[in-house]
């Protein structure tokens, strides 16, 4: 049962590097969305999507870029890092029978720590 | 926009109960509650549709107030187990055919014995 799955779990990048964030899920869900954590800030919405070919912003979209061409994966592209990107950062899915609405649980990954020097 | 919080933190002695509370800004569709534990991601408690619906824990109950945008997690005889940091996620209309789950700042509960 792989559930959600990010890679990689650690990384570090030096300012103006770019990178990608791997996110897959095995259970068919529509709704898949990255959230990154920073101390007493919670869980914030970086970029979200109701299914393939459909991603829409959510709080903290800036310097975050993603595209869903499955159902199955949801990377997540730094296109230039910045020492505040320094994050937790959380893929997340759920299901969604109508493409609009979330009437389940989020199923989380386990996180990418990542550190920008 | 973020729902609030409150408290940011509560400490509890076992077998004590605890309310946490979440409001939204936002006409909502749907609550949901979570518990992460240091260096784990967040797990499912509960979620409260619109409508009355609920989902999730047996030994935790929570409220939503859909005319008040308000929501309460009740915590009863907690456990040891029960500590970590609680967050309520909040599922509005984002504008754009869509609903997103945002989520509060999240309150740190801690059990002693």
């Known amino acids: 049962n792989a559930g959600v799955t990010q890679t990689p779990k650690f990384q570090v990048l030096k300012t103006g590097q770019s990178m990608t964030l791997q996110c897959a899920q095995d259970?068919?869900?529509?709704?898949m969305s990255w959230y990154r954590q920073d101390p007493g800030m919670g869980l914030r919405l970086i970029h979200y999507?109701?299914?393939?070919?459909?991603?829409d912003q959510g709080e903290v979209p800036n310097g975050y870029n993603v595209s869903r061409s499955t159902t199955e994966d949801f990377p997540l592209r730094l296109l230039s890092a910045a020492p505040s990107q320094t994050s937790v950062y959380f893929c997340?899915?759920?299901?969604?029978?109508?493409?609009?609405?979330?009437?389940?649980?989020?199923?989380f990954g386990e996180g990418s720590r990542l550190t920008v020097l | 926009q973020q729902p609030v919080q409150s408290p940011q933190a509560v400490i509890l002695r076992e077998g004590e109960d605890a309310v946490i509370n979440c409001s939204s800004s936002?006409?909502?569709?749907?609550v949901h509650w979570y518990r992460q534990k240091h260096g784990e991601a967040p797990v499912f408690l509960m979620i409260l549709l619109k409508g009355g619906e609920q989902k999730g824990h047996e030994k935790i109950s929570a409220s939503f107030n859909e005319k008040k945008q308000q929501s309460s997690l009740y915590l009863t005889a907690s456990q040891l187990s029960y500590s970590g940091t609680y967050f309520c996620g909040t599922a509005a209309y984002s504008g754009a055919g869509s609903y997103q789950l945002t989520f509060g700042k999240g309150t740190k509960l801690s059990v002693i014995p």
């Open positions: 936002k006409a909502l569709y749907s």
């Open positions: 997340a899915s759920s299901y969604s029978w109508d493409r609009v609405t979330i009437t389940g649980e989020l199923f």
């Open positions: 259970m068919n869900h529509e709704y």
């Open positions: 999507s109701v299914g393939a070919g459909i991603t």
